[in-house]
């Protein structure tokens, strides 16, 4: 089945580590997005990638930092400067950026202690 | 830039009223405008989406969406609340020249009472 997978659904660390979530999409879609979510915050953009090997800043991205050497794949590493990390953490895909719907994972739910 | 405004925060009805989650958009451009439905720790759900074609747009489980340029408002309705609709509910904007990025609202989240 075609699909957007992230890994792990649930993730502990403790405080100063890194840590990286991962994203996999087998949907063939050239854009990939991160997706930060606190309650009554709505959806907060981290990062984008239009295309394989280039990506942009989103709204939110200090602390983090991404990659994109393959298509299918845009893991998203939360780093220890990242101030309050303790978050829900969505990736999503569309065909190509803007304008087409976005499939979304079923999240991370990231906590810091 | 492009922006949306969800105007209320919560809402609940009851089962079998008719649902409304409001809301306003402001773009640069002529937006796409999508909902997306999210439940408990889950990720989210296209439910419809306008890409300037029909004003009135149809969506899944009997929701359906009109843009109305004039009041740059895309609410979303449904005729009869069923207990599977209790969820967070998202109103997205996209401009078709712009940033091409989706731009969230803060969400509504939904209640069904018996």
Redesign the interface.
């Known amino acids: 089945d075609g699909g957007i997978t992230q890994s792990p659904k649930y993730l502990f660390r403790k405080e100063g580590q890194n840590v990286t979530l991962s994203c996999e999409q087998n949907l063939n879609h050239d854009a990939m997005y991160w997706y930060r979510q606190d309650p009554g915050q709505g959806l907060r953009l981290i990062y984008y990638s239009q295309i394989v090997n280039d990506f942009q800043k989103g709204d939110i991205a200090e602390g983090y930092s991404v990659s994109r050497e393959k298509k299918e794949s845009f893991p998203l590493t939360v780093t220890s400067a990242q101030k309050n990390p303790t978050a829900f953490y969505l990736c999503a895909s569309s065909i190509k950026a803007g304008n087409t719907e976005a499939f979304f994972g079923q999240g991370t739910r990231l906590t810091v202690v | 830039a492009q922006s949306v405004t969800q105007l209320d925060?919560h809402v609940s009805v009851s089962e079998g009223t008719p649902v409304l989650l409001r809301c306003n958009y402001s773009s640069s451009y002529s937006p796409?405008l999508?909902w997306?439905v999210q439940h408990p720790?889950?990720?989210?759900?296209?439910l419809l989406?306008y890409?300037s074609a029909a004003t009135l747009v149809k969506g899944i489980n009997g929701f359906e969406a009109e843009f109305k340029k004039s009041e740059t408002s895309f609410h979303l309705t449904k005729p009869s609340a069923h207990m599977s609709d209790a969820a967070e509910y998202?109103c997205v904007v996209?401009?078709?020249q712009?940033?091409?990025?989706?731009v969230?609202?803060?969400?509504t989240r939904l209640t069904i009472n018996p």
């Not at chain 2, 720790?41 to 296209?46: I, S, T, V």
């Not at chain 2, 712009?98 to 989706?102: D, R």
């Open positions: 925060s796409s999508f997306y720790n889950k990720g989210l759900q296209l989406k890409t998202f996209s401009d078709l712009g940033a091409q990025k989706l969230f609202g803060q969400g």
